[in-house]
Nanobody, 117 residues
Framework: QVQLVESGGGLVQAGGSLRLSCATSGSRFKVNDMGWGRQAPGKQRELVAFITSDGITNYAESVKGRFTISRDNAKNTIYLQMNSLKPEDTAVYYC???????????WGQGTQVTVSS
């Protein structure tokens, strides 16, 4: 059974930093792209950042220059370093992992990030 386990969320003041982690396990297929999405109350889930297996990254405009995604392929783990956090970054953050057309795409359970003003 494929599992994505996120950690690192919490409450932080505006301007502060948090680091999220997401570890995958349970798939017999190689993990390809991985990413982070977020969903704020009353809003649709949006993709925040993703990273390919080769380390190519892409970010939503709203987080460019503040968030950094990275991965450790040996551990099947990705990270999201979030700096200069704003109240509008408050959301549940979800990790995603793509295992190709045979393995499928999965999302984690989410971790709450709350930024106070």
């Amino acid at each position: 059974q494929v599992q994505l386990v996120e950690s690192g969320g919490g409450l932080v003041q505006a301007g502060g930093s948090l680091r999220l982690s997401c570890a995958t396990s349970g798939s017999r297929f190689k993990v390809n792209d991985m990413g982070w999405g977020r969903q704020a109350p009353g809003k649709q889930r949006e993709l925040v950042a993703f990273i390919t297996s080769d380390g190519i990254t892409n970010y939503a405009e709203s987080v460019k220059g503040r968030f950094t995604i990275s991965r450790d392929n040996a551990k099947n783990t990705i990270y999201l370093q979030m700096n200069s956090l704003k109240p509008e970054d408050t959301a549940v953050y979800y990790c995603s992992a793509d295992f190709g057309w045979r393995g499928g795409t999965y999302w984690g359970q989410g971790t709450q990030v709350t930024v106070s003003s």
